[in-house]
């Protein structure tokens, strides 16, 4: 009897990673549900044959359930187009968890993944938080496939949190969380116990550091990471000291949708699936009912494709006069896109054209973000990052996001906050 209760157990644990992982998220009232559905209408709209595919929609539309089938069509097929040499960790990761939502092979791009996580290496014990924000998207895209290979880069990326002393990050936090809760479930029967001890060790400082920015009115951080925090919270073995009153975030969170305050694809992408009782451990439980071959047919409030003969021309300013910052310029230089283009292929097209114009990104909870421009990096201990401004009003959208307008004038400026 020892022996069936023991292999039951174990039979158990090895069946953990098959049923969803979701506990402990609270519910919208029915009365106001239309407030979610209004939001989840507004970021479906977002959704344009021009516009940059962005992954984290397609996961929100999924997980939460499609209105516009047509839109999500169009996501599943440019991401499957995408080229994976193009994209970041993060973004690679986010295009295999938006593609085994919607039921696809990710086979090729998830070995790609693979190996590059298999490269990464944290830059320091003092490494922005940034920088563990695209290699917890991997693990987590990875572990939902299979856990197993990649268990020992989760114990390098679980010792390297444990010993970052860089300031905290609530979207990095929360998403670390998340990966490190998909390890922790589906570490296989007869492994090392040090590894669930390491996991339940490095999850209990994250879930105490996200629950320390929780505050009174229940808003996590910021209203913009509350999304991704409430994952985090709601699946986490962890729980924290100080109790979690989800029923009051949520609360704060429908009053901030009634005011208007989320509006950006981006935002309503990480707060949506909280809002619908999911979290990113749920995709690969999302059931696919549509025909999985079937092309996307354009509805009519999409962007038709730009042709050849309509371009834009957009001048593209960067702007360092930081002192104590090597290598002060300000260099100017005009360029010619496809119009509709978001402003990522306008610094592309800046950096072909001049090679004084290079940049780098790094995936973020709001999509890409530009992290150094001509060598010249974003510092948290310096309060130091890459602003971008059309005219002289800041962008509130990411350079995946906005769509310039012809002979508008953009400013990458290096700024201090």
């Not at 990966?179 to 669930?196: D, H, Q, R, W």
């Not at 006069?321 to 978001?342: A, C, H, P, W, Y």
Request: glycine share 4%.
């Amino acid at each position: 009897m020892a022996w069936f209760i023991l292999h039951l157990l174990t039979l158990l644990w090895s069946m953990a990673g098959t049923t969803s992982y979701t506990r402990n998220l609270c519910s919208v009232p029915s009365a106001q549900q239309s407030l979610v559905n209004g939001i989840q209408e507004l970021m479906e709209s977002s959704v344009s044959n021009s516009a940059f595919p962005n992954p984290s929609v397609l996961i929100a539309m999924n997980l939460a359930g499609a209105q516009d089938l047509e839109a999500q069509k169009l996501l599943v097929y440019k991401l499957l187009a995408s080229d994976s040499s193009d994209l970041t960790i993060g973004q690679l990761a986010l295009t295999v968890m938006a593609l085994t939502s919607s039921c696809r092979d990710t086979r090729e791009k998830a070995e790609i993944l693979q190996s590059q996580l298999e490269k990464w290496a944290p830059s320091g014990l003092n490494a922005p938080a940034s920088s563990f924000y695209g290699p917890s998207l991997a693990i987590m895209a990875l572990c939902q496939k299979n856990a197993e290979p990649i268990l020992p880069i989760a114990v390098r990326f679980a010792k390297s949190l444990l010993v970052n002393i860089a300031p905290f990050s609530v979207d990095t936090g929360a998403m670390a969380t998340l990966a490190l809760t998909c390890m922790f479930n589906k570490i296989p029967v007869g492994s090392e116990e040090g590894y669930k001890t390491l996991f339940r060790q490095v999850l209990k400082d994250l879930v105490e550091n996200i629950s320390m920015r929780i505050q009174d009115n229940g808003i996590i951080g910021d209203i913009y990471s509350t999304g991704l925090a409430m994952q985090a919270l709601s699946v986490t073995p962890e729980q924290p000291n100080k109790v979690w009153n989800c029923k009051k975030t949520m609360e704060a969170v429908l009053s901030e949708i009634k005011m208007g305050n989320f509006h950006n694809p981006m935002s309503i992408a990480q707060i949506l699936p909280s809002l619908k009782g999911k979290t990113y451990l749920d995709v690969p439980h999302v059931s696919c009912n549509s025909d999985p071959e079937a092309q996307p047919t354009l509805p009519s409030h999409l962007s038709p494709v730009p042709t050849a003969a309509s371009n834009i021309t957009v001048r593209y300013t960067i702007n360092n006069q930081l002192r104590g910052v090597e290598l002060l310029f300000n260099v100017t230089i005009d360029v010619s896109v496809k119009s509709g283009s978001v402003l990522l292929v306008v610094l592309e097209e800046a950096q072909r054209k001049n090679h004084m114009f290079r940049f780098e990104t790094t995936m973020t909870s709001w999509g890409l973000f530009v992290s150094s421009i001509n060598n010249i990096a974003e510092n948290v201990n310096h309060k130091t990052y890459w602003q971008f401004l059309s005219g002289q009003t800041p962008l509130i959208e990411g350079v995946a996001d906005y769509i310039p307008f012809n002979h508008e004038h953009i400013t990458a400026n290096f700024t201090q906050y």
